[in-house]
């Protein structure tokens, strides 16, 4: 079974800084997707950004950007120019690409303060 | 992205009621949705997967006589608590799974509480 570690229960960061959430992951498939969902106040779940296993090339959204390491079965997540509109729980997930009916596992989520 | 409604938002029941939360996808059609539970300060633990048509598969575990799925339609799931108690009362979420990479579409959560 996979499993995804979110290792900092909190994490804070001064307003227009830069913040490095870390997640890293246990699997022996070579094909899946990993994912960062944002959880505000409002419990609303939303997806901040998505990474294919099969993708050498980090993705970014905006001030979003990842650290993929597939050998080292890492995902981090960068938050750049820090806004006071991040603070929020920050889930990790994986998703085995193998058939349309998987589930995500979710790491157990990183609180994110933003300080200004 | 994808656009998924619950009601409702939050609902109080009395010990041995049963209570029904509905999701709907509002912008296509979905042939699999997802049912997590979370409780506060914790991660979404999955209950149940919802196949359109189908019976639900249900996580180690979750009670599927409990908690009943039904998902008549490709834009219609509902979960109902049967004979609730107050250790059922926790936040439930729906989502919905689209896209490339399968991404998964929350809807905004039912706070259930049990008294």
């Known amino acids: 079974a996979q499993t995804v570690t979110q290792s900092q229960p909190e994490m804070s960061v001064q307003e227009a800084e830069t913040v490095t959430l870390s997640c890293t992951y246990d699997?022996?498939?070579?094909?899946?997707?990993l994912f960062w969902y944002k959880q505000p106040p409002s419990r609303q779940m939303i997806l901040v950004i998505r990474q294919e296993a099969y993708k050498q090339q980090n993705a970014t959204e905006n001030r979003f950007s990842v650290n993929f390491q597939k050998a080292a079965k890492s995902f981090s997540l960068k938050i750049s120019d820090s806004q006071l509109g991040d603070a929020a729980m920050y889930f990790c997930a994986y998703r085995s690409a193998r058939n349309a009916g998987n589930m995500l596992t979710f790491g157990g989520g990183t609180r994110l303060m933003v300080k200004p | 992205g994808a656009v998924v409604s619950q009601h409702p938002s939050r609902v109080i029941c009395k010990s041995g009621t049963s209570v029904k939360i509905e999701c709907r996808s509002l912008?296509?059609?979905?042939?699999?949705m997802f049912w997590y539970r979370q409780f506060p300060k914790q991660s979404l633990m999955l209950m149940a997967t919802s196949n359109e048509g189908s019976k639900a598969t249900y996580e180690q575990g979750v009670e599927k006589d409990k908690f009943l799925i039904n998902h008549a339609s490709l834009t219609l799931s509902t979960l109902t608590v049967t004979s609730a108690h107050p250790e059922d009362s926790s936040f439930y979420i729906c989502?919905?799974?689209?896209?490339?990479?399968?991404?998964?579409?929350f809807g905004p959560g039912t706070r259930l509480t049990v008294t």
């Open positions: 989502s919905v799974q689209r896209g490339p990479s399968y991404e998964q579409y």
């Open positions: 912008d296509f059609q979905a042939t699999t």
């Open positions: 699997t022996s498939e070579s094909d899946y997707y």
